[in-house]
């Protein structure tokens, strides 16, 4: 079964650093680009940043470029959000995904979520 | 960046009502347009992808349908279990966008 599985999330003061997780199992990891997308409370959905499966390329939105780096561990079958100078416009549940095919693609495998909350 | 204009953003149907949901682009994106189902507490679903592709394990009563600028997500006959909302989103290019959304609700 093709599962993510997020963790990582938590209360952080704003201009605090977090760390996000994704572990991903049954499907070979290092064939697939993943991406994190975020939902702040009753919002809609973002894209936040994209990795080619072999870290090939990176991109970032806007509103992240700069404090957000995205990274992965094939051997681990892991992906990573390291998240620096937070603020509390991201505060969202923050969801890993799979994309599905030639990047840019759609999303066809999403783990659960892990919430971020920014707030002194 | 492209932006993607859902409409309408929120909309009250009855089981068994024909739903029509559309997304409009800022620019043509040819057929790289896919649409979500989510639930409340729920991880968005992937219903359909490049336009017109029902993902497997979607009913069919889920259809989609446009191109270039304008697209349409089309639930046949409203099921119960259909209540949620919706989003498009294009992977013509970087930044990928989503549609604001469109949380349809029983009347």
């Known amino acids: 079964e093709v599962q993510l599985v997020e963790s990582g999330g938590g209360l952080v003061k704003p201009g605090g650093s977090l760390r996000l997780s994704c572990a991903a199992s049954g499907f070979t990891f290092s064939s697939y680009s993943m991406t994190w997308v975020r939902q702040a409370p009753g919002k809609g959905l973002e894209w936040v940043s994209s990795?080619?499966?072999?870290?090939?390329?990176?991109y970032y939105a806007d509103s992240v470029k700069g404090r957000f780096t995205i990274s992965r561990d094939n051997a681990k079958n892991s992906l990573f959000l390291e998240m620096n100078s937070l603020r509390g416009e991201d505060t969202a549940v923050y969801y890993c995904?799979?994309?599905?095919?030639?990047?840019?693609?759609?999303?066809?495998?999403w783990g659960q979520g892990t919430l971020v909350t920014v707030s002194s | 960046a492209i932006q993607l204009t859902q409409s309408p953003s929120s909309l009250s149907a009855s089981v068994g009502d024909r739903v029509t949901i559309t997304c409009r682009a800022s620019?043509?994106?040819?057929?790289?347009l896919s649409w979500y189902q989510q639930k409340p507490g729920k991880a968005p679903k992937l219903l359909i992808f490049?336009?017109?592709g029902l993902e497997t394990g979607v009913p069919s009563r889920f259809s989609g349908s446009g191109s270039g600028t304008d697209f349409t997500l089309t639930i046949s006959s409203l099921q119960p279990e259909d209540f949620a909302s919706y989003y498009c989103?294009?992977?013509?290019?970087?930044?990928?966008?989503f549609g604001g959304g469109t949380k349809v609700e029983i009347k």
């Open positions: 490049d336009v017109s």
């Open positions: 995904a799979r994309e599905s095919g030639s990047s840019p693609d759609d999303f066809d495998c």
């Open positions: 620019q043509d994106i040819s057929s790289a």
């Open positions: 990795i080619g499966s072999s870290s090939g390329y990176i």
């Open positions: 989103q294009q992977f013509d290019n970087y930044p990928l966008t």
